[in-house]
């Protein structure tokens, strides 16, 4: 295991609704990146924070915005939900953002 | 964009034999890494190459980056049913984003 976490494990939303998804990064590490990961498909770099400040982002709306917190854990927020939304969110820590990216189980989300 | 493909998309084999997947990107790496998630899991961390034409081996797996810092590969020797999962490459271009390749999924039969 990582030491990665995140939470919830998986959810339900309609379209339309907000979500919040949570991720507490490994020991250590101050760079945290989210991923989209659609069915079968490789993820897609969604943003990564730096020590609390946005560091990057990939070619996601606005209304894909992110938080990182003191202790390095690091929210991402999806408003006004669309059926496309619907894929396995990753969150991966690392100590910068050229290394080795450490990947935590998921968060499964389901948008009806 | 910068894309990074990799060939096959899928591939069966039967244990014992070989198996390879190739990376390529239309415009020069930084660096790259490859991962591989098993079916329901995550990406898991392999390796990261950065020299041009550097190779790098663990146990029945060898990776390699090409001269010209475009193409990767990873070759598994000798497969085991263990070997079964998704492997992806990923690379960076000067930014802190990492892109990753469309994957190669490993079927081992017994």
């Known amino acids: 295991e990582t030491g990665v976490t995140q939470s919830p494990t998986h959810l339900i939303k309609t379209r339309g609704q907000q979500v919040t998804l949570r991720c507490s990064s490994q020991?250590?590490?101050?760079?945290v990146s989210w991923y989209q990961q659609a069915l079968g498909q490789g993820p897609q770099f969604i943003f990564q924070y730096y020590r609390e400040e946005e560091n990057g982002r990939g070619n996601f709306p606005p209304r894909f915005s992110g938080l990182q917190f003191p202790n390095y854990s690091s929210e991402l927020n999806v408003n006004a939900l669309e059926l496309d939304d619907s894929a396995l969110y990753l969150c991966a820590s690392s100590f910068t953002s050229y290394n080795e990216q450490f990947f935590g189980p998921g968060t499964r989300l389901t948008v009806l | 964009g910068q894309q990074v493909m990799q060939i096959p998309q899928y591939q069966h084999v039967q244990e014992g034999e070989d198996f390879t997947t190739y990376c390529n990107s239309s415009t020069t790496l930084s660096n790259i890494q490859w991962y591989k998630q098993r079916p329901g899991g995550h990406p898991v961390f392999l390796i990261q190459?950065?020299?041009?034409?550097e190779v790098k081996k663990q146990k029945r797996l060898t990776f390699q980056f090409g001269e010209a810092k475009k193409n990767s590969s990873l070759h598994i020797t000798a497969t085991q049913t263990t070997d079964v999962g998704t492997y992806f490459c990923?690379?960076?271009?000067?930014?802190?984003?990492?892109?990753f390749g469309t994957g190669t999924r490993l079927q081992v039969f017994p």
């Open positions: 990923a690379g960076t271009y000067n930014t802190d984003k990492l892109i």
């Open positions: 190459l950065v020299k041009s034409g």
């Open positions: 020991s250590g590490h101050n760079t």
